[in-house]
């Protein structure tokens, strides 16, 4: 089966700051790739698909880059709402999560 | 508006049975495959299970294989997960949710819905 590994697994970041999440896989998944948000007590929110496409709504600060088994997740300039915890999950096939990312105030 | 209510969680003894339910509005139901993704307390979500559009495939993760049974009923709206044999480590919370069309990813996801395993 497919595993995924997110790192790192907790980043302390100020506002403004620049972002980088990475997220591996097992084995080639081409670009069946998401990211997700989760604030607490909420179901997650899809931010990217595709590996690199933006989903509808979702601003133009989050972006995803990668395809194969290496793939980053950047937000370009952090914001107060984007503190959370951030999740690849890869969809061919089976649908393993990474362990997730939270981004915390530094 | 797209909406998924999961139903039936609860607290149930090592070795009991559970169903849960979910029900879908605001898509056309049937067009879509679905999963079952849970989230222990303070942990990450965890993928369980998919269905197809008509149920005739479905796929598990291993912790459930042979444990939980994934359905749905495309004329009710409404897609179940049976669990039989529940463990302590099934304590979640279990989310339902919808994929999306065209070779795409989750989109929409339920509120969830609690299942506590303790004697």
């Known amino acids: 089966d497919i595993q995924m590994t997110q790192s790192p697994s907790t980043l302390s970041a100020s506002v403004g700051d620049r972002v980088t999440i990475t997220c591996r896989a097992s084995q080639s998944i081409g670009e069946y790739l998401a990211w997700y948000q989760q604030k607490p007590g909420k179901g997650p929110k899809l931010l990217i698909y595709h590996a690199s496409s933006l989903e509808s709504g979702v601003p133009s600060r989050f972006s995803g880059s990668g395809f194969g088994t290496e793939f980053t997740l950047t937000i370009s300039s952090l914001q107060a709402d984007d503190f959370a915890t951030y999740y690849c999950?890869?969809?061919?096939?089976?649908?393993?999560f990474g362990q997730g990312t939270k981004v915390e105030i530094k | 508006e797209v909406q998924l209510v999961e139903s039936g969680g609860g607290l149930i003894q090592p070795g009991g049975s559970l169903r849960l339910s979910c029900e879908a509005s605001?898509?056309?139901?049937?067009?879509?495959?679905m999963h079952w993704v849970r989230q222990a307390p303070g942990k990450g979500l965890v993928w369980v299970s998919y269905i197809n559009r008509d149920g005739s495939n479905t796929n598990y993760a291993d912790s459930v294989k042979g444990r939980f049974t994934i359905s749905r009923d495309n004329a009710k709206n409404t897609l179940y997960l049976q669990m039989n044999s529940l463990r302590v480590e099934d304590t979640a919370v279990y989310y339902c949710?919808?994929?999306?069309?065209?070779?795409?990813?989750?989109?929409?996801w339920g509120q969830g819905t609690l299942v506590a395993v303790s004697s």
């Open positions: 949710a919808r994929d999306g069309i065209a070779d795409r990813p989750i989109d929409y």
């Open positions: 605001g898509f056309t139901f049937s067009n879509y495959w």
């Open positions: 999950q890869q969809y061919d096939g089976s649908r393993p």
